[in-house]
């Protein structure tokens, strides 16, 4: 990956740009979407959305990288969430986690 030469604000998948490694698992599919549990063995900017975008899959509602706009949210909610971070610290493993936002279920038709 690297930024995008189109688009500034972007980034975008290159032969020559810096390696991006995700591991992905489908979760849970209804008619329209898919909800899928990603972990990034790397941490790119943007890695999740571009990736999502390289395979023609977009992130819901993130028009920036492909996807268009979801008539069921706001313009200004995209339906990516980082549920659990955790990192080693100093010698200390840290862990945190975060329910999604009530939005997702109006997309996922929960």
Do not use: W
């Not at 492909?66 to 008539?71: C, D, E, I, S, T």
Request: hydrophobic letters at 35%.
């Amino acid at each position: 990956m690297k930024r995008s030469e189109s688009n500034r604000s972007k980034r975008a998948v290159v032969k020559n740009g810096k390696l991006s490694i995700s591991e992905y698992e489908v979760i849970r599919t209804t008619n329209k979407h898919s909800l899928v549990l990603i972990n990034l063995v790397t941490g790119r900017n943007h890695q999740v959305r571009v990736q999502m975008e390289y395979l023609k899959t977009p992130v819901v509602n993130d028009t920036l990288y492909g996807a268009k706009p979801n008539k069921l949210i706001t313009s200004a909610e995209i339906c990516l969430h980082s549920h659990i971070l955790n990192f080693n610290l100093f010698d200390e493993e840290f862990t945190f986690e975060s329910s999604p936002p009530d939005f997702f279920n109006k997309v996922l038709e929960v």
